[in-house]
Structure formats: C-alpha cells, structure tokens
C-alpha cells in the first residue's frame, strides 16, 4: 500500500476543502492516486458550491443602488469567506447587480431575493455558479429598502461600512455629509426614541456601580447615574453627536441651519454580529502527521 505522508493530506486539503481525516481516508482508499481521492471526496461531499455552503462567510462587501431621482433604492450586504474574494471583480459586478435587483423589486425578505430573476437564471443559481468559479461561500444576508421621504443618498467607506440616509431638504453636500458622518461616528439611532430601554438602563447600573467603588455617597449616585446616562445618549444618537466635520455643530443644528431633516437611516457593517472561525491549518497538519505516524504497520 502507498504510503500517505502528511504533504499529502494538506494537498488534498487544499484542492477540496474537505477535513483532513476525510482526506486521510479518501487517500488511504486511493492508495495515494491524488485524483483518486479527489474524485472520492466529491462524490462524498458534492461540488463546491454544496461544500462551501458550510463554511463561515464573514467578510463580503456592501452594495447600493439608488434611483436618479432619489426616490428609490436598496442596499444589500453580501458575504465572502476571504477579503480577497471580497474584492474580486465578478463578485463585486455580482453584489452591485443584485442592489439594483432589490431596488427595483422591493423582495419581502433576504429568502425571497434568492428567486428574483438574475441575468439569465435566478439570484440563487447566478449565485451558486458565482461560488463555483471562485470557491468561495458567497451570502446575501441583509438588505434594507426604504420608504422614502426625502430623497436618498448613500456612502460606503472602504466596501465594509454601507450608509443609505433618507434627507428631506437640504442638499446633496449636506446628503453626502451626513453619511459620511454617520459611517465614522457609528450612532444606533436618530435620536433618544430609538434606544432600546434596557442599554439605558445597564447604562445607569453601571455608571452607580462606579460611583460606588470610588466611594461616592448615596446622595450623589443617582445625579451621577443621570449624567452619565445623558452623555452616553449624546454618543449614540444622530442628531446628538457633534458633527465630524466642524465641532461648532452638532447633527441636529447642523440640519436645522439648512432646513433639513434626516427621516430615516440604516449602516451596515460587513460580518457585523458573525462569528469568525480562525483555522489553525498547521494544527490540523501536525495533527495528521501525528496520527499517520503513530498507525500501527
């Protein structure tokens, strides 16, 4: 029998993404014919695009599309597995074409945009041959289209942080602005009404907590809490914060100087809330080694 050596294994790993003791064994019952084994682990897992479907996908970028006038528009993030598939040119031709799909088509949900129709297939099948000729898992995972007030106007900074504002009045200066300063300043919401109730108050607990081991007196704690609870709601909410581009201002004057208001806003951050998995593929390597060693004869 051929011997199976741990280059071997990582080569086989390689070309088809599957486990290494799947590999080992797709191997062992090729008697180390590379191709053997490959032809196995296909028809033990399928085609790429059905392996990598597993896989965690927490990078991607983000995609906007808006209407000449203003009035309509979408913005969709869409998962890799790598930044480098990220920046590869038919997914980000894939992403930009599927925000003008969802734009146009206003779907009810991310499950409904897979059967909107996509060049000459569906958003899935365009999808699934899209994963095929790159390798990669490639995921739709959220998308905002909304009903508009103002007019629209987006900004992405560096394919990662998506902004899609809806400005009633103003300007495309002051559109631009505002996006852009709500992708560096980050707020949760427009204003205090869209905090959800418990951050305040872990906000509270936390600021009487302090106040407490540096041995504030009772008497304070609550002014203390109250103070803290203000500053924290200043951070977080858009028309609170100062504005990036001229600290005189903040969002809220700066709106109301030019007889503008903001209706409504969403930011995506690509692989926001996905938890990244970090393979150690020399582990996994040493590992196989390992057991190929200790095999009995």
Not at 15 to 31: G, N, S, V
Not at 33 to 56: H, P, W, Y
Not at 115 to 123: C, I, Y
């Amino acid at each position: 029998m051929a011997e199976i050596t741990a280059s071997m294994v990582k080569e086989l790993r390689e070309r088809t993404d599957a486990p290494m003791m799947d590999c080992k064994k797709a191997l062992t019952e090729a008697e180390g014919d590379m191709t053997r084994g490959e032809e196995i682990l296909r028809v033990r897992f399928g085609n790429k695009a059905s392996k990598a479907a597993g896989r965690v996908a927490a990078e991607g970028t983000v995609g906007i599309s808006i209407s000449a006038d203003g009035k309509t528009g979408a913005m969709i993030e869409v998962n890799s597995e790598t930044d480098f598939c990220a920046k590869n040119e038919d997914f980000l031709k894939f992403v930009n074409e599927l925000a003008a799909i969802v734009a146009t088509n206003k779907p009810a949900d991310i499950a409904a945009v897979s059967e909107l129709a996509m060049r000459d297939s569906t958003v899935e099948g365009t999808r699934a041959q899209l994963v095929g000729k790159i390798g990669e898992n490639i995921t739709p995972r959220r998308f905002v289209c909304p009903t508009v007030q103002g007019k629209l106007a987006s900004y992405i900074h560096g394919s990662k942080i998506g902004v899609l504002v809806d400005l009633v009045g103003g300007d495309d200066v002051l559109a631009k602005d505002i996006a852009m300063h709500i992708a560096a300043a980050k707020p949760r919401s427009l204003d205090v009404s869209g905090i959800d109730a418990s951050l305040i108050e872990a906000e509270r607990r936390v600021a009487i907590e302090k106040a407490k081991e540096a041995g504030k007196p009772d008497s304070m704690l609550e002014k203390i809490a109250d103070g803290t609870v203000q500053k924290f709601l200043k951070d977080v909410t858009l028309l609170s914060q100062i504005f990036v581009k001229d600290d005189k201002f903040t969002i809220e004057q700066l709106l109301k100087s030019k007889g503008a208001s903001v209706a409504s806003f969403t930011m995506f951050t690509v692989g926001e809330g996905i938890e990244k998995v970090v393979v150690d593929y020399a582990a996994e390597v040493a590992a196989a080694a390992a057991d190929l060693t200790n095999k009995p004869a």
